[in-house]
């Protein structure tokens, strides 16, 4: 990239190598990473155009075009993402959220009063847990996760969306649950069996933290240790709430009757597949 270079010119050749490299979207990658560098949005690239770009530009961009073309995650690359139209820091210490998680915001905020408790097992970046917060204003929220690297990309978060004041991160895992009740329990738990985890895409398998993926039992492990647990961790006419794999509704439901919940539902999310099991407590 020595010789002379527009903005246009980048984005195009960007987008080509992009779409050589099996890339979904190459068109837009190449924009979000152009525009990050050289501190625009999506309009002020298209704005641009003709803008010749100097060498220190080229120089920061060329190290992230080749990393995204060896399919390392974009998000990873411009440091954060968007979701429940908040901005997340990210980083491969965290999964990176997925539109379809909001699936589970959306579902505990319709089960929440003007207060109450909520806990997030397996909180990563904290996004299900400072969404919730964000929205629910009467509410404290503990986020909970095994990785200290995760809790302080949380942390941050938090501290970014000015909520610190009302959530709560801390070190543990299923063995380890904090030691009260919760109104609200949710979770997005590692579901990939190891089938299903060798024929990901790339830029999941390859860059997102295994553990949050990955769990043993065809998928269910962390759905068995949840529910073993869940009448001493929710309180009477509590909700648990629990992001799946499309084909795991019936043994989470399943799973979640045996443990002795009752009003067992499942959402499903925009593409129609099973997306979010819930289960009540008895009061």
């Not at 527009?6 to 099996?22: A, P």
């Amino acid at each position: 990239m020595s010789e002379s270079w527009t903005l246009l010119k980048l984005l195009q050749w960007t987008t080509g190598f992009f779409r050589e490299k099996g890339i979904d979207n190459p068109r837009l990658d190449a924009e979000l990473l152009i525009a990050e560098v050289l501190g625009l949005d999506r309009i002020g690239v298209y704005l641009n155009y003709d803008r010749p770009l100097v060498a220190a530009e080229l120089t920061a961009l060329k190290p992230l075009i080749k990393r995204r073309g060896k399919r390392e995650p974009l998000q990873y690359l411009l440091g954060h993402t968007e979701f429940w139209s908040l901005d997340f820091k990210v980083s491969p210490a965290v999964l990176i959220p997925r539109g379809d998680t909001e699936i589970l915001v959306d579902e505990a905020l319709s089960k929440a009063a003007d207060a109450g408790d909520l806990l997030d097992i397996g909180t990563g970046s904290g996004a299900i847990a400072l969404s919730f917060a964000h929205d629910k204003l009467g509410w404290q929220v503990t986020g909970l996760d095994l990785s200290s690297a995760a809790l302080e990309i949380a942390a941050e978060n938090a501290r970014c969306l000015a909520l610190d004041g009302r959530c709560r991160f801390m070190l543990g895992d299923l063995a380890q649950l904090p030691e009260k009740t919760f109104d609200l329990v949710v979770s997005n738990p590692p579901y990939i069996s190891a089938a299903e985890y060798r024929a990901l895409m790339p830029e999941v398998r390859d860059f997102e933290p295994e553990q949050a993926l990955l769990a043993a039992e065809n998928g269910l492990l962390c759905y068995r240790q949840i529910a073993g647990q869940v009448q001493k961790i929710l309180k009477p006419g509590g909700w648990l709430l629990l992001e799946i794999g499309h084909r795991q509704e019936q043994p989470v439901t399943e799973l979640l009757a045996a443990a002795g919940l009752t009003e067992i539902y499942c959402r499903q999310d925009y593409a129609g597949n099973p997306r979010v099991v819930a289960g009540r407590r008895c009061t």
